[in-house]
């Protein structure tokens, strides 16, 4: 149906972000094509060492699976962080993920976490990683007439560590900036490191050269001053409600260095 109806038409998941664009007049599709009958994008299994996650997959389903939180405590994390539970009931991952709206929290926790995207259209199956998946505001990969089916997670070493900071107005908002960190420890040193952005440029950013720096590191307050200042010369952030851009780039520095200090004090 994408397919047939072209650019007129929008998949439809939870609607939490697509019917208040709506209602703002900032997308009028002329048809809808609601996901949730699909029982095959719904659910959580394991995959060789992949967790996979259908898009039709709730917010809430995501908290509640204990051995999805167990397995991946970083998204658990990440969802609770989302809005409120009334959203989180009908918001989905895959809508969450394919949105291309730099102030969803997901996005940078899939670059952080090295995961890619099921796509599916009438050419096929395709699999993206969801570092190549975002080209700007709004912009993803996704071909007309495409959708994304399911988010594949690699699963992380055993002993990681893994935190998103977020800073918010108040309980329910988008980010004023947040940061994501995975990382493992080897003979009191960081073995491996990766980082994500959220809300500070036009995509979620991923953040190399700062988690490259503290690579071999024991994270100490000179490393992470350095991994905050390449993270920090990566960001591009609005200027808007949640304030001026100079702030932004540096409460997402803030973020960083929090949530590198809590996944260090995770990780075994
Ligand atoms: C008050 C409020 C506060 C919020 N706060 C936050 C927040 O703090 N952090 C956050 O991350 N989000 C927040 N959200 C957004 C919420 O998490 C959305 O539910 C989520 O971003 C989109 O998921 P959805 O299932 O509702 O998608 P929908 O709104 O149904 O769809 C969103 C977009 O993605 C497309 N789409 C949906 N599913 C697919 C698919 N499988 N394949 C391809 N395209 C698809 C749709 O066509 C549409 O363009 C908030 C929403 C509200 C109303």
Same mark, same amino acid.
């Given at each position: 149906?994408?397919?047939?109806?072209?650019?007129?038409? %929008?998949?439809?998941?939870?609607?939490?972000?697509?019917?208040?664009?709506?209602?703002?007049?900032?997308?009028?599709?002329?048809?809808?094509?609601?996901?949730?009958?699909?029982?095959?994008?719904?659910?959580?299994?394991?995959?060789?060492?992949?967790?996979?996650?259908?898009?039709?997959?709730?917010?809430?389903?995501?908290?509640?699976?204990?051995?999805?939180?167990?397995?991946?405590?970083?998204?658990?994390?990440?969802?609770?962080?989302?809005?409120?539970?009334?959203? %989180?009931?009908?918001?989905?991952?895959?809508?969450?993920?394919?949105?291309?709206?730099?102030?969803?929290?997901?996005?940078?926790?899939?670059?952080?976490?090295?995961?890619?995207?099921?796509?599916?259209?009438?050419?096929?199956?395709?699999?993206?990683?969801?570092?190549?998946?975002?080209?700007?505001?709004?912009?993803?990969?996704?071909?007309?007439?495409?959708?994304?089916?399911?988010?594949?997670?690699?699963?992380?070493?055993?002993?990681?560590?893994?935190?998103?900071?977020?800073?918010?107005?108040?309980?329910?908002?988008?980010?004023?900036?947040?940061?994501?960190?995975?990382?493992?420890?080897?003979?009191?040193?960081?073995?491996?490191?990766?980082?994500?952005?959220?809300?500070?440029?036009?995509?979620?950013?991923?953040?190399?050269?700062?988690?490259?720096?503290?690579?071999?590191?024991?994270?100490?307050?000179?490393?992470?001053?350095?991994?905050?200042?390449?993270?920090?010369?990566?960001?591009?952030?609005?200027?808007?409600?949640?304030?001026?851009?100079?702030?932004?780039?540096?409460?997402?520095?803030?973020?960083?260095?929090?949530?590198?200090?809590?996944?260090?004090?995770?990780?075994?």
């Amino acid at each position: 149906m994408l397919a047939d109806l072209g650019e007129d038409a %929008r998949p439809l998941a939870g609607g939490h972000s697509l019917i208040p664009m709506m209602k703002l007049r900032l997308a009028e599709p002329a048809h809808l094509i609601d996901l949730a009958g699909i029982g095959e994008l719904k659910g959580i299994r394991a995959d060789g060492g992949d967790v996979v996650i259908g898009a039709m997959t709730t917010q809430h389903e995501v908290i509640a699976e204990a051995a999805l939180a167990a397995k991946l405590p970083l998204l658990r994390e990440t969802a609770l962080q989302i809005a409120d539970p009334q959203v %989180r009931y009908l918001g989905t991952l895959g809508g969450n993920v394919a949105n291309g709206d730099p102030g969803n929290d997901m996005p940078a926790v899939m670059l952080c976490l090295g995961a890619s995207y099921h796509i599916v259209g009438t050419k096929g199956e395709r699999r993206v990683a969801a570092r190549d998946f975002y080209q700007g505001v709004y912009q993803t990969a996704l071909e007309p007439g495409e959708m994304v089916t399911a988010i594949r997670v690699p699963a992380p070493p055993a002993g990681h560590g893994a935190a998103y900071e977020k800073l918010k107005r108040k309980i329910g908002d988008y980010a004023t900036a947040a940061a994501a960190v995975i990382l493992t420890q080897s003979g009191g040193r960081v073995a491996t490191c990766s980082i994500g952005l959220t809300n500070v440029g036009t995509t979620p950013l991923w953040a190399e050269d700062a988690a490259r720096a503290v690579i071999g590191t024991a994270l100490d307050p000179a490393t992470v001053k350095k991994a905050v200042a390449h993270a920090e010369a990566i960001t591009s952030p609005a200027s808007d409600n949640r304030g001026p851009a100079e702030y932004r780039t540096k409460m997402a520095g803030v973020m960083l260095a929090r949530a590198l200090a809590r996944a260090k004090s995770r990780a075994a």
